[in-house]
């Protein structure tokens, strides 16, 4: 039970007085408050209390759907700020990488600040203290260790500062009863709603002591986010300020007071003229750098999309707060600003799925992901330098409304006159270089104005999945504006999906106060059963003095050659100091180098491209030629960026082929469905005017033409303007195609996959004390390791060949608990598991690593072809009947998958090959098939998950088919390499180190 200690513990004057707006555009304090702290002992002599790990969701997110208007809003396709591609410059390797929370809070809210000599971070609702080598000084302790007013509270929604003009540390998150209909408090006033801080007596977290104060807000101060400014510690919250009972989103502290642990005061403000949408979260200013700001006219600023009712224009509004600590009901916020796209800020779509809360698809039936719509994310770093003042934030976006949802981050740099003034837009970017998800990002700005960008990166794709991995990107202050121009690094990648929609709900960067260049960034991973808080270390700045290097090789790139190329590179200075005069040299394959002299002058963290006088034939068609390029400078202090290296393919003209079918895909609901389809460049010619086509279930192609232009190496979805009729409850085989005349490889044309409309999804399962299947095998399915999510996963991909003449069958099923099975096929293709078509019946299974074998036998008529397999597994001893394929189990698990029914099946030529696997310590498999086969075969590799990490078609060479399969970048754990055709094939398991 959370108990709350109130005016007993301290002497509080807690009075709120409504102040009536004289002016629309401004207003007055309407909550004015005043706290004696309570002072606590150094926690190096306190006996912590453990941090608890029970798995628990914290704070349910105070929101309803973000509201739209259907049709509103600009822009309707492209956004024009989109960087699709990565920097080029080689990214900067890691300085350290360390975890500092293990625990399964959800969501876990990572925060964390660097000082002079610690780390503090913080989470949902514990923190830690590291020293800056990573070393733990206080262990994982319950926020409540800080004493005084933090008794008894751990609602959680943490912040850590640290205070760098001061050499101090906060440690915040809010108390009290948020208002829920139905539930929760049954009124928006609550005496216990308050914010909670602590700061520490000096600057050691540890060993120095802390003053605790509690700051009574009225309502909830849902999603608190802390700033600091020279005459007060600033907080925005997630407010709504059209409701008459809640007025104060904005707060300040009184910071000369708390540095001295004395009666600190708090004020709290509306924003007049604010116009959101359902959750929203404002910014103001977080100094950071030696130079304090003078007091007063503190920015607020909070994005506003034309697609909320009540805005005209996308737009950045910002406001000035001015408080009056001598008479504080002088104090006033004032709407300042609207920069919109006549100032620089180009049009942007910030709401996902029409605004609700679940938005990101995760593989398979993980739930989708909180883009976190609706907030300016923390912190925005604000820094003084001596021609201006910056400060950079960033947000989350839809890169394209017309396509399928893509998250990428928008990030701005707004700078103003040194002495004050209005601000501007100096430099826009909206960051998605490719088709993964980006987002939760955290942004900082080091003393150089240089700018370093961590976030989150995801996607869904089966064939080059990427679960919820932190990464971190950057830019030099010199270079092209409103492009991140650093390659992304990883900081740490998730082994399994995140389990909840909930993400986040934020992450962290801080700036390192001894240097004022190292980002130190604190993020959200996963584990099987953890959720994780991960700290990456980088900088931006230059390592040395002398470093120069080729960053990149510009041209030429895979496309149609010819016998005079050019070599054009980009010379980097990535050291402190300008150089001039050095040798640059290139190298294609084994040949000779060429060596010229750049005879400019590169600044320090400048590029400029070199184009080498001598040019070098590449005219063969379909050879890949290495170019190597690389700067030869005496003195250069790292060598290892001096060389850049590239594969050019010269391409065949035309080549082009449909990789990926992405609408439909299985539900309950289908319809009249348009298909959509990725189209793919794999030639060396852009291409239009050609021919796309689909089929379903093997009857006639619907041919359709593709109008644009299709460039090299691009992917483009194609929408079939005819729609088809999926409304029958039946599975669907779709197959689409490119057909173009001349095209140079036909087998990279097609792509097929099975969907079905199925009669029901039984979602919404807890597998909370692991019931449910862990591991799946059937004939040539091998499904290992299945994680859970909502209690439904769909397999439909994966499939198998069973023969009907055979007596029985075997499928093998493994869970950590006891558990009982059933399983269907769906011969008659209605998409309902009917009690005639159940083959196994409540089986049991007991808790061990042990598989459990059931036979069950298909029957001697059964329909050939495509059928759908239903499995599931559960504690029938709680509610729910396993029997029913269509009801939801308390605790369990239900899969779907595909089979193919054969009748009789001869050993073919492949099934008598050989194959045979070697693997070298750096992860290199060489794969050998010996077999009478002939024709051309598929090598395919999944993981445990079923997702396809490759896929080739190769051609036999003598008497066997070989391929070099690099696994050196994938995570360590059991992998399936299958050769084969589509309809049969031979699969062999690796074992990556």
């Known amino acids: 039970m959370v108990k709350y200690y109130l005016l007993p513990v301290f002497l509080l004057i807690f009075s709120i007085g409504l102040y ?5 555009e401004k207003a007055g304090p309407i909550l004015q408050g005043v706290a004696k702290p309570i002072q606590t002992a150094p926690l190096s002599s306190k006996d912590l209390i453990p941090a608890t790990t029970s798995p628990k969701e914290v704070n349910p997110k105070m929101r309803t759907s973000n509201k739209v208007v259907p049709g509103k809003g600009y822009p309707k396709t492209m956004d024009a700020a989109w960087q699709q591609k990565m920097g080029e410059i080689p990214g900067k390797a890691l300085e350290l990488s360390f975890d500092v929370t293990n625990v399964s809070r959800v969501p876990t809210d990572p925060t964390g600040a660097v000082g002079p000599n610690h780390y503090v971070n913080a989470w949902n609702a514990g923190f830690a ?25 751990r609602r959680g929604d943490p912040i850590v500062i640290y205070d760098q003009f001061a050499d101090r540390f906060l440690i915040t998150q809010f108390a009290g009863c948020p208002y829920e209909p139905g539930r929760g408090c049954p009124s928006k006033i609550d005496p216990t709603n308050a914010l909670l801080v602590a700061i520490s007596k000096g600057p050691d977290p540890v060993n120095d002591g802390w003053y605790t104060y509690r700051f009574p807000t009225g309502t909830f101060p849902d999603y608190p986010k802390f700033f600091v400014w020279s005459d007060g510690y600033y907080v925005t919250t997630n407010q709504d300020p059209e409701d008459d009972a809640v007025e104060e989103v904005v707060f300040v502290l009184e910071r000369d007071k708390m540095l001295q642990g004395a009666e600190a005061r708090h004020l709290g403000f509306p924003l007049p003229g604010i116009r959101i949408n359902g959750f929203y979260s404002p910014a103001a200013l977080n100094a950071v750098g030696d130079q304090m700001p003078p007091p007063g006219n503190m920015p607020i600023i909070y994005f506003q999309d034309d697609a909320w009712a009540g805005i005209n224009v996308d737009h950045l509004k910002i406001w000035l707060l001015n408080v009056d600590w001598n008479n504080p009901q ?6 300042s600003q609207e920069l919109d796209p006549s100032q620089g800020v180009t049009p942007f779509h910030s709401t996902f799925d029409g605004g609700s809360v679940m938005n990101l698809s995760q593989v398979g039936s993980a739930p989708d992901v909180d883009a976190l719509q609706g907030a300016v994310m923390w912190p925005t770093s604000y820094r003084r330098f001596e021609t201006h003042n910056s400060v950079v934030f960033n947000f989350v976006v839809d890169v394209d409304p017309s396509q399928v949802e893509h998250a990428g981050i928008r990030w701005y740099e707004l700078r103003q006159a040194p002495a004050g003034g209005p601000w501007s837009v100096y430099q826009e970017g909206t960051y998605a270089p490719d088709t993964d998800h980006r987002w939760c990002g955290s942004i900082g700005i080091d003393k150089h104005g240089n700018i370093g960008l961590g976030f989150t990166v995801m996607n869904d794709n089966f064939e080059d999945l990427l679960l919820p991995t932190l990464r971190y990107t950057g830019r030099y202050a010199n270079d092209p504006l409103g492009i991140m121009t650093f390659e992304e690094e990883t900081i740490v990648e998730s082994t399994v999906p995140d389990n909840s929609s909930r993400y986040g709900d934020y992450s962290h960067t801080s700036i390192d106060p001894v240097d004022n260049e190292t980002f130190w960034f604190n993020g959200e991973y996963f584990r099987p059963g953890s959720r994780l808080n991960r700290v990456g270390v980088f900088k931006i700045a230059p390592k040395f003095s002398i470093d120069v290097g080729v960053a990149a090789i510009v041209s030429p790139k895979s496309s149609t050659l010819g016998e005079e190329e050019e070599i054009t590179v980009a010379v980097r200075n990535f050291g402190s100091e300008s150089q001039s005069n050095f040798e640059v040299w290139y190298q294609v394959g084994n040949g000779p180098r060429v060596t010229e002299v750049f005879t400019g002058s590169i600044p320090s963290t400048a590029q400029v491209e070199f184009t080498f006088s001598e040019t070098v034939d590449l005219s063969q068609e379909g050879e890949t030629y290495e170019i190597s390029a690389a700067t030869d400078l005496e003195g250069d202090l790292e060598p290892s960026n001096d060389l850049h ?6 391409l065949p003209p035309r080549d082009i082929g449909v990789t990926e079918i992405l609408h439909p895909m299985s539900s309950t609901s289908l319809g009249q469905e348009n298909i959509v389809v990725a189209l793919e460049n794999f030639g060396g010619e852009p291409q239009s005017g050609f021919e796309v086509g689909y089929m379903l279930n093997q009857e006639e192609w619907v041919r359709e033409v593709f109008s644009g232009t299709l460039e090299v190496d691009e992917i ?15 599975g669907y085989q779709i197959t689409a195609a490119t057909f173009l005349e001349d095209d140079s490889n036909p087998e990279n044309d097609e792509t097929e996959t099975f969907i079905a409309h199925l009669d029901c999804i039984p979602e919404g399962s807890s597998c909370a004390f692991n019931d449910g299947i862990n591991s799946f095998y059937l004939e040539e399915i091998v499904n290992e390791n299945i994680y859970c999510t909502n209690g439904y996963l769909n397999f439909i991909g994966f499939s198998t060949r069973l023969d009907r003449q055979l007596e029985s069958h075997r499928v093998g099923v493994q869970a950590p608990t006891s558990n009982e099975f059933s399983m269907w096929i769906d011969f008659n293709d209605n998409a309902v598991f009917e009690d005639s078509e159940r083959l196994v019946t409540s089986g049991t299974f007991s808790s061990s690593s042990v598989t459990t074998a059931f036979e069950f036998e298909i029957p001697e008529d059964a329909p050939l072809g495509e059928h759908l397999l239903r499995a599931r597994a559960g504690d029938v001893s709680y509610a729910g009947d396993l029997n029913d394929p269509c009801d939801v189990m308390e605790y369990g698990t ?4 595909t089979v193919i029914i054969v009748d009789g099946v001869e050993e073919s030529e492949l099934q008598q090959g050989e194959l045979i696997i070697t693997s070298s310590e750096e992860d290199i498999y060489e794969i050998t098939f010996e077999t009478a086969f002939q024709s051309p075969l598929w090598l395919t590799v999944h993981d445990m998950l079923g997702q396809k990490l490759v896929e080739n078609l190769i051609r036999k060479n003598f008497n066997s088919y070989t391929y070099t399969l690099d696994m050196s970048h994938v995570a360590t754990g059991v992998y399936l390499v299958r050769i084969g055709t589509r309809d049969e094939g031979r699969v062999a398991r690796i074992i990556v180190h």
């Open 20 to 24: 009536g707006q004289t002016d629309p």
């Open 129 to 153: 203290v590291h020293d800056k080598q990573g070393n733990l000084l206080l262990p994982h302790t319950d926020l409540e260790s800080l004493g005084g007013e933090f008794v008894g509270e």
């Open 330 to 335: 002088n104090s006033v916020i004032t709407e």
């Open 645 to 650: 290296s590239v594969e050019v393919t010269n």
């Open 716 to 730: 483009e979805a194609f929408t079939f303007s005819r729609t088809t009729d999926f409304s029958t409850q039946q």
């Open 894 to 897: 239900t899969n779907d998958y």
